[in-house]
């Protein structure tokens, strides 16, 4: 006989650690104790040495899918101290154990072997879950989690469920949603009228789908429209009736081997698309075509995640298009009724349940990037599962951007931030947003102490924090936007040491009220230095500049001594910028691919925010030329784009193909950037260099930068738990809120 005392730290608590340990301490025939620590658990456990080594083993092998163990330290003895059997203690943090909820996970495969079991009580049931599977997060109306506050409040368990239940070695040991055919919710399928129609629900969706219609399907998080996509003129109808005239559509694809039919798969991405998150994984397509589905090179992927998915494509639908239920940058529709209303017209018939949504949580988007999620947006699977920031000790709430608007908040080393708000501009997301915030306090037991916001006067975002830090008489922290990013970038990776920030975005508020985003700083959580931009662009117009960007175009070339006379309104914009009438000037990396994009003839106008710079990254080839980098100033050094104009120009006059002109221009400011970061080096000894902002949304930037950054000797840091773009800042605002409160502490 031996003791073990073992310390496991990461995020087992709150993830079904404990049950799990007990049943593995009885396989193993041990004896002690577990209980939860600051950090993670401790437990000491006494019995056959073989035993006990195989059991420390098995632990993380074996682990519930969403415990994240980081370390575990364990010290043999042999002294005993005889415990008589195992216990699970009580600690001073079992608050905090409470308050951790998990994200909704994709029906695990037990479950989905008795989906299809003929003589399973729960054949073809489609909300068929266990301890290891189905909703959360998205059903989840208040805490202490269990079924009396969540959406199956509704649906009392029968006895078979119930003694399921309560068996710690059952898979269904307390599953807070678990239900049967006997005692849980239904589907029901209406016609575009709203009228029940007779018959299988499932069934008669499949039969609307396979004819070529437009069924808006509920979800986890939210309501989805499903149609053929083998088909360009239903992919057209359902653009034309949702409004969407050329914004990519994501797929639902049975299965990895229908993905492979249009995308290339690799290994690594085979694992996130296929594992229980279930995000939609950007995959690049086989053939340039399908440009009716996404006009660029990639098209996004999700494999079926509820079983009610798994039943709709059946044996026989291979894959379909799964929009959000959502118009013109509205919230993701959740409700039964508010679908009927708003989707009417535009879906032909609807496949709904009577099991509530209470959150609404949108799909997640990323690309597969050095092995782990790169996300375009972080949301359902990922959200609210905390990340682990150590030092973070207050209670803060961060209150993201504006677009892409995101908060977190924080508590004992964790930080939990929301899932997908959406654009504040739109009444209904602001208001989700402020929900969003209230339900978050409530669920983790917030009180903030401290709000940070971006230094943006008119974000709404700012406008927020402002009010509640009046309201509450906390303090307001303001933190720059893309100081913010920075420090989200080092957040996401763990660091607290100075970094190199290379920071490249569509724009941003800067500290001397202009407009920033191709900026190289350098600094920590508690400050910042603006090393390197780019020479500033006029916008004519403006806010315009950015739908119609061939105003840019015009302003580069204008800027660059080049003609432009074949540009729309091109003596209009002319004119303006001679007169310097609504020019506002941007340092803005996104500004700068939108008027590159027009003066290659890629695109003059864009139709949703980023075009420019997506089509230009679709229309790069190999071609490894460069064009002249130049700089001048200091503090900020510029780069000088003009000459690199000039060279885009007369290529394109000359003829030289679009594709060539697109990866030099690429290439050109892949360069740039490594030189900025040299010249913080040599500034500052700093070797450290962290990626963020929404440009790096751009997979030929993000296979070449660090690579050569790399081959500089910098140590490079990209994102991998939150947004390179927006989404991610309230991350980063909350690490500068925690320094500035730290320092203050200090004096
Ligand atoms: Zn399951
Ligand atoms: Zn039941
Ligand atoms: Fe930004």
């Known amino acids: 006989m031996i003791r073990a005392h073992i310390e496991i730290q990461g995020i087992v608590q709150g993830v079904g650690f404990r049950p799990f340990i007990h049943k593995l301490v009885k396989e193993y025939g041990l004896r002690g104790y577990i209980k939860n620590t600051s950090s993670g658990v401790e437990m000491e456990l006494e019995g056959l040495e073989a035993e006990l080594k195989d059991f420390i083993a098995a632990v993380p092998e074996k682990a519930p899918r969403l415990a994240l163990i980081e370390n575990i330290k364990t010290e043999f003895s042999d002294e005993l101290k005889n415990y008589k059997d195992f216990e699970i203690l009580k600690s001073s943090t079992e608050e905090l154990r409470d308050t951790l909820i998990s994200p909704d996970i994709c029906i695990c495969d037990d479950c989905l072997r008795e989906l299809r079991d003929k003589n399973d009580r729960r054949y ?22 269990d079924r009396a506050k969540t959406s199956m409040s509704d649906f009392p368990m029968c006895p078979d469920c119930h003694r399921e239940y309560h068996q ?14 006997e005692c849980g919710p239904k589907v029901f399928f209406l016609d575009g009228e709203g009228n029940e129609v007779a018959g299988e629900p499932i069934e008669t969706a499949r039969e609307y789908l396979k004819a070529g219609k437009i069924v808006a399907v509920k979800g986890l998080g939210g309501i989805h429209l499903a149609c053929r996509c083998d088909d360009e003129k239903i992919t057209k109808t359902l653009r034309h009736r949702k409004q969407r005239d050329e914004k990519p559509f994501a797929l639902m694809c049975r299965d990895i081997e229908s993905a492979r039919k249009i995308c290339y798969v690799s290994g690594e991405e085979e694992k996130i698309l296929a594992g229980f998150r279930r995000p939609i994984v950007l995959l690049r397509k086989r053939e340039k075509g399908l440009s009716y589905l996404s006009e660029n090179d990639y098209v996004g992927i999700m494999l079926p995640y509820t079983p009610l998915h798994y039943l709709l494509l059946g044996d026989d639908i291979d894959m379909l298009i799964m929009t959000s239920a959502n118009l013109s940058d509205t919230p993701i529709m959740y409700k039964n009724e508010e679908a009927l209303e708003n989707l009417h017209g535009i879906a032909d018939g609807f496949l709904l349940h009577n099991r ?13 990037l050095n092995g782990s999620e790169y996300f375009a947006r972080r949301s359902r699977g990922y959200v609210p599962f905390p990340i682990k920031a150590d030092g973070v000790k207050e209670q803060i709430l961060a209150c993201g951007a504006e677009q892409k608007a995101s908060f977190c908040l924080s508590k004992e080393n964790y930080v939990f931030q929301s899932q997908h708000i959406g654009d504040l ?17 409530r669920l983790f037991d917030i009180k903030p102490s401290c709000i940070a916001c971006d230094m943006h006067p008119d974000y709404m975002s700012t406008e927020y924090g402002a009010e509640k830090s009046g309201e509450l008489q906390i303090p307001l922290v303001k933190v720059q936007h893309h100081h913010a990013h920075m420090c989200s970038c080092m957040a996401d990776n763990g660091l607290s040491e100075k970094v190199i920030g290379l920071i490249w975005d569509g724009t941003g508020y800067g500290t001397d009220g202009t407009a920033w985003g191709g900026e190289c700083l350098a600094g920590d959580y508690a400050g910042f230095k603006r090393i390197g931009s780019i020479r500033e662009i006029s916008l004519p117009g403006g806010d315009k500049a950015a739908k119609e960007i061939y105003r840019t175009g015009i302003s580069l070339l204008r800027e660059s001594g080049c003609p432009y006379d074949g ?24 500004r700068l691919f939108d008027g590159a994009a027009a003066i290659l003839g890629i695109k003059t106008e864009a139709s949703y925010e980023g075009q420019g710079a997506v089509l230009l990254e679709a229309a790069a080839g190999e071609d490894e030329g460069i064009y002249p980098v130049e700089f001048y100033g200091r503090a900020p050094v510029r780069f000088d784009w003009r000459p690199m104009i000039r060279h885009l120009y007369k290529e394109k006059a000359d003829g030289t193909d679009v594709s060539v002109l697109a990866s030099r221009f690429l290439n050109t400011l892949i360069k740039m950037g490594t030189e900025l970061c040299k010249t913080a080096r040599d500034e500052t000894g700093i070797n450290t260099v962290v990626l963020s902002g ?17 081959s500089e000797g910098f140590e490079v840091y990209c994102h991998r738990r939150v947004s390179c773009n927006d989404e991610g800042i309230s991350l980063g605002q909350l690490m500068v809120a925690q320094a500035a409160i730290f320092k203050k502490k200090e004096i």
Request: net charge positive; hydrophobic share 30%.
């Open 124 to 145: 073809n049931y489609p909300f068929i879950n266990c301890t290891n599977c189905g909703p959360r997060f998205t059903i989840i109306k208040d805490v202490p989690y």
């Open 168 to 181: 710690i070695e059952n898979r269904r040991y307390h599953a807070q949603p678990d239900c049967c055919p």
């Open 356 to 368: 509530d949504i209470q959150t609404r949580c949108d799909d997640s988007l990323c690309w597969v």
């Open 425 to 441: 501009k739109n009444a209904e997301t602001l208001e989700n947003y402020e929900s969003q915030i209230r339900h978050f306090k």
């Open 567 to 590: 540009f729309k309104n091109s003596k209009l914009i002319d004119n303006m910028l001679s007169a310097g009438f609504n020019c506002p000037k941007s340092s803005g990396m996104g």
């Open 694 to 710: 929404g440009s790096f949304q751009n997979m030929y930037i993000m296979q070449r930068l660090p690579k050569l950054l790399k």
